[in-house]
């Protein structure tokens, strides 16, 4: 099939990407003319394992071109996706501004039955806004389909190429078939539903998540409080096959370009119609509660942060990004520069992302090594693999004084009890400490 994707984001990119890998034939779009340059020199603006790889592959088999011309990108195009951003508003609900500019700018382009699918996060009701959009311009009908994404950071080309299941909402039944058999290569289970449940689906299952999480979460600071471990409480409760052993991951919280704002975007839907979602609510106070969750072990250790060398290990919302959008530690940093903290912080591909949001209020560390030199405690903020893999007798005899705070929970206890003298604290289990 020719296929026509708007937006190369993260989303947009790694769907183009994907489809020219099961055979389609696609053309990427966008308005900045700097990145479509990038790409069409085979380099990806966004940091994502093996997309690359793949950018390069399909691009000389010719199905994977890009342009910044609508005109040449939709000529011919079976199927149009739309995969602009849809940040946060200050209201908290999702700012459709990119996605409505973006169906102004096709209207034009479009013909009589052309098959538009939103693939951005939008909330219900949108995809019948856009086609009112787009219809009152072309004076013809189009077919609209919803069709969320589910891909994660990091992962997003296994998670497009073996995504768990497929979702496409459409009122229009040929249109709906017709998306279906553009992903058949993939053999993912498909679920056909109306426009309006299948942008519920993709705000149900991100809230959902996030709040899984901030369940685990609060389980284990029931966990510190009371001896017990929340790994071990995780993994039984993820037996059960009703809770299921996936995002029971404690540690300091969940960041990202995502479920901050779907989940935010969610309550502001709620609230149009007077629902109180309260365990939404509860969720995101969780979350801010253990954003800073480091900080207080550490006040709680030291009495007094005043002067002490922190090292912050990781910066990105999580591992295998650069993205720096609500990662945890923008409030670690910002709450241990006002405690009087000296932190200094290493991330192997985030940092220079995270000078542009952290700015000089900490230092930044090209090395592991540079950063945990002479520190008086560590944080791990982002389970890097490198972070993972630490020596740590190295890594504790190189430090001022041996103290750990696992906001990740991702050091290998039985290392750490080899140890001579440490203090380890991890998320919601007892702490380890040898001296
Ligand atoms: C999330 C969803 O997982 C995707 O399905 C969805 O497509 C995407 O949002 C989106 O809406 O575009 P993403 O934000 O890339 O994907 O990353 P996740 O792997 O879901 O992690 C989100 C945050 O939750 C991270 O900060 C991570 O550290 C945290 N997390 C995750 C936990 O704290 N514990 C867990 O057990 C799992």
Redesign the pocket.
Known sequence: MKIAVLGTG??GLSTGVCLSEIGHHVTCMDINEQKIQQLNQGISPIYEPGLEELLSLNMNAGRLNFTTSLSTGIAGAEIIIIAVGTPQADNGAADLTYLEQAAEDLAPYLVQGSIVVIKS?VPVGTNDRIKKLIESQTNFEIHMVSNP??????SAIS?TLKADRIIIGSENKDAAEKVKAMYLPLNVPVILTSTKSAEMI?YA??AF??M??SY??EIANLCEAFGADVEDVAKGMGMDKRIGE??????I???????PK?VKALLHTASQIGLNFWLLKETIAINEFQRELLVKKAVKRFGDLQGLKIAMLGLA??PE?DDMREA?SIKLAEALSKLGADTIAYDPVATENAKKVIGETIKYANSIDKAISDADAVFIVTEWETVKQINLPDMLHKMKQPIIFDGRNCLSEENIKTCKKVEYYPVGKPAIIIV
Do not use: M, W
């Open positions: 993260y989303v996060t994404e589910f891909l994660r950071q990091g998670d993709k299952s991100n998540l996030a899984k999480i685990i979460n996936a995002f029971l991951k404690a540690g919280g969940y960041g990202g370009s995502c479920f779907d919302f999580k990004t945890p």
